[in-house]
């Protein structure tokens, strides 16, 4: 797994490419966008080819950590393996999820703005 | 009936999940080749890469609280339109009591069984002379 990090002035995208299971999750959280508990993000899930109920659950902290400091995550852009884990656990209404990283980034602004 | 049996022998250790998981979902797309539609066969090699890696996951997670991780065997048993996987491990067995977790409370585990059994046709936990066996198995 790869994780690439573009930030801007109020947010930061995300892009995983590859797994995001047990053995990669721990690279995940410690990356410094999604270890900083204020900062909100868009995550590009383009790339990411599988994910599984430890990814899942990796995902579910990050969020409720940032929600608790008043920010969160956007997610983008997911494969039909991805999303099938996220409709299974009922986990999807979690979560905002776009099509496309433009709008979840369109969307992470105003979120930003209103608060 | 005719069958074949494939096993493979893997050390306990997180690094190997991936491999764990390719292998199986490699084997039922190769299983599969040609018998269905491409989007059927493409889940039915997902549903063993995700059951896989979440059966292989759990033996490594129990393995990591013992002095020396055990080794996980991984047995295929292809039949006509079955395949069924058998994984044994040495390690504490799957908590069977816990509920599905409710997504409303964010938790971070208790998923992994939850999309074991939706994703596979049948599943089964035993217990055999300390032996753990997970079997799952999905009909074409």
Redo the contacts between chains.
């Keep these: 797994m790869t994780i690439t990090e573009t930030t801007g002035s109020t947010h930061t995208i995300v892009t995983i490419c590859g797994?995001l299971?047990?053995?990669t999750a721990p690279d995940f959280r410690n990356s410094p966008a999604i270890a900083d508990p204020s900062r909100t993000v868009v995550i590009d899930l383009d790339k990411m080819d599988?994910l599984?109920?430890?990814g899942?659950?990796?995902l579910?902290?990050v969020?409720?950590r940032k929600q608790e400091a008043n920010a969160t995550i956007l997610l983008s852009c997911m494969n039909?393996?991805v999303r099938?884990?996220f409709d299974?656990?009922?986990?999807c209404?979690?979560f905002h999820i776009f099509d496309d990283t433009d709008a979840a980034t369109d969307y992470a602004a105003t979120y930003l703005r209103g608060r | 009936m005719n069958s074949s049996n494939i096993t493979i022998t893997l050390p306990g250790e997180l690094r190997f999940i991936r491999l764990a998981s390719k292998i199986a979902s490699n084997t039922a797309s190769l299983f599969t080749e040609t018998r269905k539609t491409e989007a059927e066969n493409w889940e039915f090699a997902h549903a063993f890469e995700l059951a896989v890696s979440e059966a292989f996951t759990n033996a490594v997670v129990h393995a990591k609280k013992q002095a020396a991780p055990q080794p996980v065997t991984i047995t295929f048993t292809l039949e006509e339109r079955k395949l069924t996987i058998a994984m044994r491990d040495s390690n504490v067995p799957f908590s069977t009591r816990t509920p599905s977790p409710d997504p409303e409370n964010y938790p971070e585990n208790g998923y992994g069984l939850l999309l074991i059994r939706t994703v596979m046709d049948t599943v089964t936990l035993t217990r055999e002379n300390d032996t753990n066996i997970i079997t799952m198995s999905k009909t074409l």
């Design positions: 797994t299971d047990a053995s599988f599984d109920s430890s899942l659950g990796a579910v902290g969020l409720r039909p393996p099938k884990v299974i656990t009922g986990t209404k979690l």
